[in-house]
């Protein structure tokens, strides 16, 4: 398969995933090796989980089917940019390269506009939408003190 016909499984993906009322027009595949190992298409509605993205559930699959929690060797294939929250989880999945259909404005001229969270990034915690305030870091600090000293660790 090319790059285009990856896409267009991507694209088949959101199409199949919006017609079954599952999620938003969303979807995603990701290729190792000239061949599909993840697919995922947006269930945010269905699962009532606001983190089911097609991209999240297609780097959810990928890993599960490589038994890695990387995916080095990588592509990703996603039928419109990704939000800031696939972006994260993108980059913690560490993939070669990411490919994408429709953009930040086609999707917000659809409804779907993520640029709220881009205007919140960078405010002073007290001043975005939702507060942040930070409580009980003494205790917080325990797992990662103990993080530092474990001896078996998967390091990521």
């Avoid at 000239?34 to 606001?50: C, M, Q």
Wanted: aromatic share 10%.
């Amino acid at each position: 398969m090319c790059k285009e016909q990856f896409m267009q499984e991507a694209v088949k993906a959101a199409i199949e995933g919006m017609n079954n009322n599952e999620g938003g027009p969303f979807g995603c595949v990701i290729v190792k090796d000239g061949k599909i190992i993840g697919r995922g298409n947006n269930r945010v509605t269905s699962t009532n989980d606001p983190t089911a993205h097609a991209e999240v559930n297609a780097i959810r699959d990928a890993c599960k089917n490589l038994e890695s929690f990387q995916l080095e060797g990588c592509e990703i294939y996603t039928s419109c940019e990704p939000c800031p929250m696939c972006l994260g989880a993108i980059y913690w999945a560490r993939p070669d390269k990411v490919y994408y259909g429709s953009n930040q404005v086609d999707a917000a001229n659809i409804g779907f506009d993520d640029q709220f969270i881009y205007d919140e990034i960078p405010l002073p915690y007290a001043e975005r939408k939702i507060p942040f305030e930070q409580l009980g870091r003494q205790i917080a600090l325990e797992p990662f003190k103990a993080w530092q000293e474990k001896e078996d660790k998967t390091h990521y």
